[in-house]
């Protein structure tokens, strides 16, 4: 049995770049590992979810590692909230948070608390708290913003908003939305009480009143949302296996599925990433497990901001970093593919297919020698993104037999 690394150029697909003369940037990137492997393996393309679905990058990624989201997936709250950084395990409920200042009586004054841009991470880490048994994680985003991680057994996420969604009015008491809800109802408003008696009297606080800015005083809640319930992948493939991720939500999903998270500050997120680096861990994860996935997020975000060049020196970089990958094609099956294109001429995510290739010792090939959105067309593979995991069970050599 081979093992499998699954490497993900994120936002990968690309259509005709008028900077590039009409080219896409994987057409205009030079870059001769990837060529290599397509040549001497399989190419085609893959579809994001299925035919035009128009992904992001939680529900392609999901997807990718074989959990179908139009079956498991809960909406972006618990997405949004590992986004930030808090990891989630299966029946954990996230909310998103407003930190926002209150009167006396509860009335809201502010939803934003005077679009607070300071502090809030003293202060999230103030209202992080275990009540009973159960843990509540506090993580702020831009300004005001934030998001709530309960965890613990029997939560539900039936339950109301404690945000009015409206300067003026009253701090809403959470209640259930039905029978289930009760208990995670009550232990919330327990919770919310709390973080308000501490916030009144946090120091960041104290001195936003003295210097006549609106306190972050009450944590405003709404969008609850359950994690959704996966499979551990170790029981749904037999296959032990990491993810490798500079971005918070692609961590937060390999957690969910129960893959070990591989990650270290060099990985800075974003912008860019120490390609090499995450390379090289993925080879040392694969001494001792049979899986790894390395999401690299700077492809997508070169997309975004409309960066044609960016994008293609990106993949130039990425393919200079896996050239140690090669080596490993007698052990290893390797599919390098993304999770839905971020064309740069439209800086948003599209659903078009995106561009595959698998490499390893022994595998069929085919005619496809050039890994791009217009060369894979002539490649033998034709996949949904959902079944990228079973095809490389299959040549992995893992794949139970169907049938006699
Ligand atoms: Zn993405």
Excluded: W
Aim: aromatic share 6%; with cysteine; hydrophobic share 35%.
């Amino acid at each position: 049995m081979k093992k499998i690394a699954l490497l993900i150029l994120d936002g990968l697909g690309d259509r005709p770049c008028n900077v590039l003369h009409g080219l896409t940037p994987l057409q205009f990137a030079y870059k001769p590992n990837m060529d290599r492997m397509i040549s001497e393996g399989q190419g085609g393309f893959m579809y994001p979810v299925s035919p035009g679905t128009n992904t992001g990058s939680d529900t392609s990624h999901l997807s990718l590692l074989g959990y179908d989201p139009r079956d498991v997936y809960t909406g972006r709250g618990p997405f949004e909230a590992m986004g930030l950084g808090l990891l989630m395990n299966p029946g954990d409920i996230a909310f998103r948070a407003n930190f926002a200042t209150v009167d006396e009586s509860g009335t809201v004054i502010d939803r934003r608390a005077g679009r607070i841009s300071e502090g809030t991470e003293a202060l999230a880490k103030a209202i992080s708290m275990e009540i009973e048994g159960y843990s509540f994680r506090v993580r702020p985003g831009v300004e005001h913003r934030a998001a709530l991680v309960v965890s613990g057994p029997d939560l539900s996420d039936k339950i109301s908003d404690s945000d009015p969604h409206e300067a003026g009015k009253r701090v809403q008491e959470i209640h259930a939305i039905d029978g289930s809800g009760k208990k995670t109802a009550d232990l919330v408003n327990r919770y919310l009480k709390e973080a308000g008696r501490i916030l009144n009297a946090h120091g960041v606080n104290l001195k936003r009143k003295k210097e006549g800015l609106k306190p972050a005083n009450a944590l405003l809640l709404r969008g609850v949302g359950k994690a959704p319930l996966l499979k551990p992948f170790h029981e749904k493939y037999g296959m032990k296996g990491s993810c490798i991720a500079g971005i918070p939500l692609i961590r937060g999903i390999g957690h969910l599925a129960g893959l070990s998270i591989v990650y270290d500050e060099r990985m800075t997120g974003s912008y860019d990433s120490d390609y090499d680096l995450k390379v090289k861990k993925a080879i040392s994860v694969l001494e001792n497990e049979d899986f790894v996935i390395i999401n690299f997020k700077a492809t997508d975000v070169a997309g975004h901001d409309g960066d044609a060049f960016r994008k293609v020196e990106v993949i130039e970089k990425v393919d200079r970093a896996i050239a140690p990958l090669l080596s490993l094609a007698k052990s290893t099956v390797i599919a390098i593919t993304g999770d839905h294109s971020t064309p740069c001429e439209m800086k948003e995510h599209s659903g078009d297919p995106l561009p595959l290739l698998v490499f390893s010792d022994g595998i069929r090939t085919d005619f496809c020698s050039y890994f791009d959105e217009r060369h894979t067309i002539m490649g033998s593979l034709r996949l949904a993104s959902g079944d990228l995991m079973q095809y490389l069970l299959a040549l992995s050599g893992r794949a139970e037999k169907y049938g006699a």
